[in-house]
């Protein structure tokens, strides 16, 4: 019984002295690991994060490429039907973009322009089938109104500038070119409607663009029509801005985000002069350190289906489309806003493929390419608008970095808790009177 009862008494010391020491001691190592994996993972995403806004960046055209391959399986997976139940245009975006795009990779490598044409031509065929003109009225004129009209007209003046067309498709260019220089010259507003009753200026700006592009690659036929066209916007400037308005039928609004980023990308081919000054406004009214606010500065609005939600005032719809606009206005805020895309765009790129935002939706990855590889078709180059600063990076280092120094001052304060701890613990014994080995007086001590 007596050797019973030690023996019973030195498990009781050696489950007490674990639950109170080891325990402890083992729950304290498991949330070091934890802590330290958490803080590699942070340090990883930092250092890619790093790389992206001060590395030198991949060509623009090859990552375009890719996004272009698989933004061609989307589509013809059905993306872009999906897109029109989401967008009022989103079947007709989807594939304009994806042919323009294929357009400007075309332009800036020569080698790419066979390609290019023959991907062009297959977006055009599509934009001009019945799935491309559902949602536009036959009556308007120009025919389906002036949105399809000009955006598919500026696709036929790519196509053209890649010298890749046939003879028909010039003809076509011809006649569709005709058609929208008459709509303008019996419009009693530079603005034509896209739906009936409805009429955006950017929409009549793409239009224009598109007949300031036949002068050039076809035949000097239109002079006359633009430079009209620009007189009467001129009159019909947004007070408070200066700008184009938003919305010109049914009622007049002033100028936001969504469409200006467009209107900068083409006004510069019709009147490069007015395109800069009009940019400069812009640049000054609407793009922010963080990006390009959909209400002018100091005027408050809500999203709706063309801006998105807003994040603090931030369309990253028109963030990313103004991105194309600095790059044919020659303004370093294009590499600024690429870079920042690239950091919370959360791209995924393969061997083959590219795509943003883990490929959730494909048209938010078509306006990104297209305004990735933006540049003018016939435009001069502009003269470089401002030097750029490197500053506007330190911002996003800090707000990368910070974490990984909390974690890191974390990890050393638990192995100083730790040590300090483990130094001062002393098992007590489970059973009362009954002394543990740390609680012994010294034997040589008491003897002495």
């Given at each position: 019984?007596?050797?019973?009862?030690?023996?019973?008494?030195?498990?009781?010391?050696?489950?007490?002295?674990?639950?109170?020491?080891?325990?402890?001691?083992?729950?304290?190592?498991?949330?070091?690991?934890?802590?330290?994996?958490?803080?590699?993972?942070?340090?990883?995403?930092?250092?890619?994060?790093?790389?992206?806004?001060?590395?030198?960046?991949?060509?623009?055209?090859?990552?375009?490429?890719?996004?272009?391959?698989?933004?061609?399986?989307?589509?013809?997976?059905?993306?872009?039907?999906?897109?029109?139940?989401?967008?009022?245009?989103?079947?007709?975006?989807?594939?304009?973009?994806?042919?323009?795009?294929?357009?400007?990779?075309?332009?800036?490598?020569?080698?790419?322009?066979?390609?290019?044409?023959?991907?062009?031509?297959?977006?055009?065929?599509?934009?001009?089938?019945?799935?491309?003109?559902?949602?536009?009225?036959?009556?308007?004129?120009?025919?389906?109104?002036?949105?399809?009209?000009?955006?598919?007209?500026?696709?036929?003046?790519?196509?053209?500038?890649?010298?890749?067309?046939?003879?028909?498709?010039?003809?076509?260019?011809?006649?569709?070119?005709?058609?929208?220089?008459?709509?303008?010259?019996?419009?009693?507003?530079?603005?034509?409607?896209?739906?009936?009753?409805?009429?955006?200026?950017?929409?009549?700006?793409?239009?224009?663009?598109?007949?300031?592009?036949?002068?050039?690659?076809?035949?000097?036929?239109?002079?006359?029509?633009?430079?009209?066209?620009?007189?009467?916007?001129?009159?019909?400037?947004?007070?408070?801005?200066?700008?184009?308005?938003?919305?010109?039928?049914?009622?007049?609004?002033?100028?936001?985000?969504?469409?200006?980023?467009?209107?900068?990308?083409?006004?510069?081919?019709?009147?490069?002069?007015?395109?800069?000054?009009?940019?400069?406004?812009?640049?000054?009214r609407f793009v922010t350190k963080v990006g390009v606010r959909e209400y002018p500065k100091g005027i408050g609005g809500?999203?709706?289906v063309d801006s998105g939600p807003l994040l603090l005032g931030i369309s990253l719809s028109a963030t990313a489309v103004?991105?194309?606009?600095?790059?044919?206005?020659?303004?370093?805020?294009?590499?600024?806003?690429?870079?920042?895309?690239?950091?919370?765009?959360?791209?995924?790129?393969?061997?083959?493929?590219?795509?943003?935002?883990?490929?959730?939706?494909?048209?938010?990855?078509?306006?990104?390419?297209?305004?990735?590889?933006?540049?003018?078709?016939?435009?001069?180059?502009?003269?470089?608008?401002?030097?750029?600063?490197?500053?506007?990076?330190?911002?996003?280092?800090?707000?990368?970095?910070?974490?990984?120094?909390?974690?890191?001052?974390?990890?050393?304060?638990?192995?100083?808790?730790?040590?300090?701890?483990?130094?001062?613990?002393?098992?007590?014994?489970?059973?009362?009177?009954?002394?543990?080995?740390?609680?012994?007086?010294?034997?040589?001590?008491?003897?002495?």
């Amino acid at each position: 019984m007596l050797l019973n009862l030690i023996g019973w008494t030195r498990v009781s010391i050696s489950v007490e002295w674990f639950r109170r020491g080891y325990t402890g001691l083992y729950v304290g190592r498991v949330l070091r690991k934890l802590l330290v994996g958490i803080a590699a993972f942070a340090v990883l995403v930092a250092g890619v994060g790093t790389a992206r806004l001060v590395l030198p960046r991949d060509d623009a055209a090859d990552g375009a490429v890719k996004q272009l391959r698989y933004l061609r399986e989307e589509i013809e997976a059905g993306a872009d039907h999906d897109a029109q139940r989401q967008f009022p245009e989103g079947y007709f975006f989807l594939n304009v973009l994806y042919g323009l795009t294929w357009v400007q990779v075309g332009l800036e490598d020569s080698a790419r322009a066979p390609e290019a044409a023959l991907q062009a031509r297959w977006a055009l065929d599509r934009i001009k089938s019945p799935d491309g003109t559902a949602p536009f009225d036959p009556s308007l004129r120009p025919r389906y109104g002036v949105f399809h009209a000009g955006w598919t007209n500026w696709l036929r003046g790519g196509l053209i500038a890649l010298k890749q067309s046939e003879a028909r498709e010039i003809d076509e260019y011809t006649s569709a070119s005709v058609e929208l220089a008459s709509a303008f010259r019996r419009s009693k507003t530079p603005y034509l409607q896209a739906y009936p009753g409805q009429a955006w200026p950017v929409d009549s700006t793409i239009a224009m663009a598109s007949l300031s592009l036949y002068d050039e690659l076809v035949a000097p036929r239109f002079a006359r029509t633009t430079s009209a066209w620009i007189a009467a916007v001129k009159k019909q400037l947004d007070p408070e801005t200066g700008l184009m308005p938003h919305q010109a039928a049914p009622v007049v609004t002033g100028a936001r985000a969504t469409s200006q980023s467009i209107i900068h990308r083409f006004l510069v081919e019709i009147d490069a002069g007015f395109a800069r000054s009009q940019y400069e406004v812009f640049r000054e009214r609407f793009v922010t350190k963080v990006g390009v606010r959909e209400y002018p500065k100091g005027i408050g609005g809500k999203g709706d289906v063309d801006s998105g939600p807003l994040l603090l005032g931030i369309s990253l719809s028109a963030t990313a489309v103004t991105m194309g606009a600095a790059r044919v206005q020659h303004d370093p805020l294009a590499d600024q806003l690429g870079r920042e895309g690239d950091l919370i765009g959360l791209p995924v790129s393969g061997l083959r493929t590219k795509r943003y935002a883990f490929g959730l939706l494909p048209i938010g990855d078509a306006f990104v390419a297209w305004s990735a590889t933006a540049r003018p078709l016939v435009a001069d180059e502009q003269p470089e608008l401002y030097s750029g600063s490197w500053w506007w990076r330190v911002p996003w280092l800090i707000l990368l970095w910070l974490p990984v120094l909390v974690l890191l001052g974390l990890i050393r304060w638990r192995g100083r808790r730790r040590v300090h701890g483990y130094a001062d613990r002393k098992p007590q014994c489970a059973i009362p009177g009954v002394a543990g080995a740390a609680d012994q007086p010294d034997q040589t001590a008491a003897s002495g």
